[in-house]
């Protein structure tokens, strides 16, 4: 009984993350590298002021938890292209230079530390390597026409 | 003369049967849990790392060549198709792992805890067999000719295999899915047959 009060109000939570917070990042990478950033590197939890307050620290760590390996699938979906687009939209609005970050994501692999816990590795290791291909393509078009990518 | 030979071939035939009948490893109820562990592992990771279709399809899709080739420079598309080569592979060898992993169960513990008709046994025994051949070709054909010389060869792979998952899901139904899940209050936890 209490497990199944326990589930309906994670979904509770999970929707709630997802109109409210997810809602306004239209971008599966951003929601993804912001998910992975609520998460403890320690204890491997995640937590959310809001969320916790709403709900439980409890609840809101799984309805976190859930909203991230969703976006990890959406993001194991989607084809190269989409994620060269992503790639540098989210590059555009970061605050780094389109050559620093560049040499940042293909030197550090930042995203190798983003997945969801208990992800199937071959998934991780396929969305790794679309990553790569992808930060090649935007590595190729900032040599091409800086200016362009910059605007993206 | 012939007699002696034929005597002498049958004591040699003899003694390479009992050489395999010692070699066998004894299977014992009580120290197959840890089998059972791991057959449920790879289950799992078959079921929901390597066999969806939508990953599959994803992995195999020819829409992420167009675009790379039609878009990126010759060094970019070097790199693609080096990374969906090793990606291929990958899948093929963890497929061919997991596989072999429930086929060791199979042999070895699972006639503790299911009782299969002769039937499906016999099926079982083929799935394996054309499977892990299977396998193997692709591993040779990804090897040599790149990630999307197989296509059809990919899709008997994964029925193949989805068969083989299926009978085991039907052996394995009495373990919870997940090690987590023998955690949770309400699961019904892992009750081995008597």
Partial sequence: ?152 | MIQLILFLALGVGLLVLLFFLARRTESRAEGGAQALVQARQALNSLQTGLLPAGLVERVFAQDDWGFVSSKAGAGVQRLFLRERKRIALSWVAQVRRQVLSLKDFHSGQSRFYARLDVRTEIGLALSFASLLILCRVLQATFYVRGPYAAPRMVGFAITAAAKVCTVFERSLAFLPRTPAEVLRPNSPGPHVAA
């Fill in chain 1, 1 to 152: 009984m209490a497990a199944t009060l326990k589930r309906m109000d994670v979904q509770r939570a999970a929707e709630d993350l997802r109109r409210r917070t997810l809602g306004g990042i239209p971008r599966a990478l951003d929601r993804f590298i912001y998910l992975a950033s609520t998460r403890d590197y320690n204890t491997g939890l995640y937590y959310h002021d809001g969320l916790a307050s709403q709900f439980s620290a409890d609840v809101a760590c799984e309805a976190l938890a859930n909203c991230h390996r969703e976006t990890f699938h959406e993001l194991i979906a989607a084809p190269v292209k989409e994620l060269v687009d992503q790639m540098q939209g989210y590059m555009a609005s970061s605050q780094s230079r389109p050559q620093d970050f560049v040499a940042v994501w293909k030197g550090l692999e930042p995203y190798r530390v983003a997945v969801p816990v208990e992800t199937d590795p071959f998934s991780a290791e396929f969305l790794f390597s679309n990553f790569k291909v992808a930060l090649a393509i935007v590595e190729e078009r900032l040599q091409k026409s800086p200016r362009s990518i910059q605007g993206a």
